[in-house]
Every structure is written in C-alpha cells, then in structure tokens.
T-cell receptor, first 117, second 115 residues
Framework: ETGVTQTPRHLVMGMTNKKSLKCEQHLGHNAMYWYKQSAKKPLELMFVYNFKEQTENNSVPSRFSPECPNSSHLFLHLHTLQPEDSALYLC????????????????FGPGTRLTVL | AQTVTQSQPEMSVQEAETVTLSCTYDTSENNYYLFWYKQPPSRQMILVIRQEAYKQQNATENRFSVNFQKAAKSFSLKISDSQLGDTAMYFCAFKTRSGSEKLVFGKGTKLTVNP
C-alpha cells in the first residue's frame, strides 16, 4: 500500500452504535489530520496530531474521539452519532518542518462515507 | 485569520480548451504556501500544484499552471488542453509557514469538461 489509506470506505451505523474509522499513512510523515466534508459546506478540520500529540481540536463534539497510537496510524472512534454527522470523513498526513520539497503539503486518503440512520 | 475565496462555484469548458479557476486569499503573513487540490467524483483529494510564496516564479505541472500575484493575493489555476478526466471539484488552499499545521480551504469550484 502506498500513500494514505482509510478503512472502511463506506459505513452505515445507527445512532446507538459504536464504530471506528482507521487511517494509515505510508509516507513517513509526522502529522495526521481528520477532516469532515459535508455536501455544500467547506472542508472542516476536526483534529490534528503532530508526533502523536494532539495539537488541534476544532470544537468537535465528544461523540467523536480520536486516537493516534503512532505517527503512521490514526483512528476516529464514533459513538451515539446524530444523522447530521453523516458525511465524508477524510484523513490526511504531512511532513511538518524540514527542508524536503514536499514539506508542509497534506496528502489525503480516499475517505470514509459515513451514513448515520 | 486567513481566508480563501473561490468566487466561481461552477465552471465548464470544452475538451482541449483552456480554463482558469480563480482564488483569492487574505493573510497578514509573508511566508506561506498555496495549493490547488482536485477531488474527482471518485472522492480522493489529489494535490495538483503547490506554490511557495517566496518564489516569484509561477509553479507548473504539465498542463496545470498558476498565476501567483502576491501583492494582489491572487492564485489562479490554469488548465490547458482540458481533458474529460479533469472533471472534478477544485479546491484552493493556504498554509502559513509560521508553525501551524492548519490548511485553510476555499469552498471549491466544480469544473465540468464537456466532450
């Protein structure tokens, strides 16, 4: 696998379910991100992790719980979601700092299409 | 706070023709990056082109080029010889070099290439 991968690609869950989204980056980057993309709305940054430490929580409801066990893996744990949480959830990674040509450039995974019933 | 504005929600172009997508941004920073991302109907967001603000030369990637006007805070994307596969949402994005990892996106322009 290369780049940024996300599983599952599609997820349908009820409001009382608990599920997790997984993201893995194979680029050797030190920062990872969760974004929410809803129809007709700009991309919303949810969480940022840099060297496994959370550096940004963009006022996200507690029903979304991120976990970053190492620089290559990022999870988004979901519980008691609402129908308005239905969206495309995108993961991204980047190399922050340094002098490489791709520094500070985010690379995205294919996304998980989440539907909350 | 930085903002990115894409004033064209939708555009269309005939195959093989040239199209320009506009983007303006607002910042008080002097050192930053600008990006164009493409998101085809299959969803994956792909980096198209990147520009570093301190570089005066406009970035180019094959059929894609930018017109970076730093004083005007304008960063337009030109697609030459448009192809059907260029049909996608295009997002302009801004990132400061001051230490924040945050990427600020515009609302996107939906480009349709017609045969």
């Amino acid at each position: 696998e290369t780049g940024v991968t996300q599983t599952p690609r599609h997820l349908v869950m009820g409001m009382t379910n608990k599920k997790s989204l997984k993201c893995e980056q194979h680029l050797g980057h030190n920062a990872m991100y969760w974004y929410k993309q809803s129809a007709k709305k700009p991309l919303e940054l949810m969480f940022v992790y840099n060297f496994k430490e959370q550096t940004e929580n963009n006022s996200v409801p507690s029903r979304f719980s991120p976990e970053c066990p190492n620089s290559s893996h990022l999870f988004l744990h979901l519980h008691t979601l609402q129908p308005e949480d239905s969206a495309l959830y995108l993961c991204a990674s980047s190399q922050e700092g340094g002098l490489a040509w791709h520094t500070d450039t985010q690379y995205f995974g294919p996304g998980t299409r989440l539907t909350v019933l | 706070a930085q903002t990115v504005t894409q004033s064209q929600p939708e555009m269309s172009v005939q195959e093989a023709e040239t199209v320009t997508l506009s983007c303006t941004y607002d910042t008080s920073e002097n050192n930053y990056y600008l990006f164009w991302y493409k998101q085809p109907p299959s969803r994956q967001m792909i980096l198209v082109i990147r520009q570093e603000a301190y570089k005066q030369q406009n970035a180019t990637e094959n059929r894609f080029s930018v017109n970076f006007q730093k004083a005007a805070k304008s960063f337009s994307l030109k697609i030459s010889d448009s192809q059907l596969g260029d049909t996608a949402m295009y997002f302009c994005a801004f990132k400061t070099r001051s230490g924040s990892e945050k990427l600020v996106f515009g609302k996107g322009t939906k480009l349709t290439v017609n045969p």
